[in-house]
């Protein structure tokens, strides 16, 4: 049973911009806390933002005014626009729920190179 389906991800020059998707269950989606997440290669998973149910965000401070974090509350959803990208982005993008981890999705690879 797919819980988490990210999407977006795509190969983009530096300083370009590229909108994430992540898709879940209502029972993992509704109420909760989102984040964003990503893994370089060779690097372990790291925290990027998360966003609240009510439209609070936080992000790591390198990708500040740089990535958007937002929800769709109907749609279970929740996006990353990120702009001015820098190859050092490069990474395979994941969603989750912070406060109570589920089963992580395939996630969606993002690579910045000119």
């Known amino acids: 049973q797919v819980q988490l389906v990210e999407s977006g991800g795509g190969l983009v020059q530096p300083g370009g911009s590229l909108r994430l998707s992540c898709t879940a269950s209502r029972d993992i989606f509704s109420g909760w806390t989102m984040a964003w997440y990503r893994q370089a290669p060779g690097k372990q998973r790291e925290f990027v933002a998360h966003i609240t149910r009510s439209g609070q965000a936080t992000y790591v401070d390198y990708v500040k005014g740089r990535f958007t974090i937002s929800r769709d509350n109907d749609k279970n959803t929740i996006y990353l626009q990120m702009n001015s990208l820098k190859p050092e982005d490069t990474a395979v993008y994941s969603c989750?729920?912070?406060?109570?981890?589920?089963?992580w999705g395939q996630g969606t690879k993002v690579t910045v190179s000119s």
């Open positions: 989750n729920r912070p406060s109570s981890l589920v089963v």
